[in-house]
T-cell receptor, first 113, second 114 residues
Framework: DAGVIQSPRHEVTEMGQEVTLRCKPI?????LFWYRQTMMRGLELLIY????????DSGMPEDRFSAKMPNASFSTLKIQPSEPRDSAVYFC???????????FGPGTRLLVL | DAKTTQPNSMESNEEEPVHLPCNHS???????IHWYRQLPSQGPEYVIH???SNVNNRMASLAIAEDRKSSTLILHRATLRDAAVYYC???????????????FGKGTHLIIQP
């Protein structure tokens, strides 16, 4: 089992540019979660999907952030335009619906200059 | 999710048992107690969870107080690889429970001395 796959692992961009983070959940999992981790705020849930449908996006910081899950094996988190305060590690996690355990990917470390 | 309280950091020696406490005085009857840990530069990983009874798995043991207002994660023989931030999280196991995201606190930074 390859686990949750995230790409890119590292991203450096300039303020104002569009950033797209990608996630491939574990095959067969039907819940997908996006989290963000910073020193100041710790780990925060941004949005999650059940069966490809967004259920709760109340953690998305503002309209510059958007997430999609076009199919069961792929999700994107997009930031447009990016700002320096978006610099963080972004984690994707997946699980079976109503299963207790979430499996996290290795994260994408984003630096916005 | 109900709030949990953990010490900011703890230190232990290698090959000794470690007891990581968590207080959750406002826990509800349907809240499960979950533990995740995050090794340096990695994503969080599941450790163990329980409702009322003590639980054991290959990674750790979870001891839950009779009134459920506190719990303790037990690493029976700590190794250097167990140095991580340990998070105690409550999740509602009622209708829809287990389908939503995790609410992480600050966790306990566990330091293992060789």
């Amino acid at each position: 089992d390859a686990g949750v796959i995230q790409s890119p692992r590292h991203e450096v961009t300039e303020m104002g540019q569009e950033v797209t983070l990608r996630c491939k959940p574990i095959s067969g999992h039907n819940s997908l979660f996006w989290y963000r981790q910073t020193m100041m705020r710790g780990l925060e849930l941004l949005i999650y999907f059940n069966n490809n449908v967004p259920i709760d996006d109340s953690g998305m910081p503002e309209d510059r952030f958007s997430a999609k899950m076009p199919n069961a094996s792929f999700s994107t988190l997009k930031i447009q335009p990016s700002e320096p305060r978006d610099s963080a590690v972004y984690f994707c996690a997946s699980s079976l619906l109503f299963q207790e355990t979430q499996y996290f990917g290795p994260g994408t470390r984003l630096l916005v200059l | 999710d109900a709030k949990t309280t953990q010490p900011n950091s703890m230190e232990s020696n290698e090959e000794e048992p470690v007891h990581l406490p968590c207080n959750h005085s406002t826990i509800s009857g349907t809240d499960y107690i979950h533990w995740y840990r995050q090794l340096p530069s990695q994503g969080p990983e599941y450790v163990i969870h329980g409702l009322t009874s003590n639980v054991n798995n290959r990674m750790a043991s979870l001891a839950i107080a009779e009134d459920r207002k506190s719990s303790t994660l037990i690493l029976h023989r700590a190794t250097l690889r167990d140095a991580a931030v340990y998070y105690c999280i409550l999740r509602d196991g009622g209708a829809g429970g287990g389908a939503d995201g995790l609410t992480f606190g600050k966790g306990t930074h566990l330091i293992i001395q060789p």
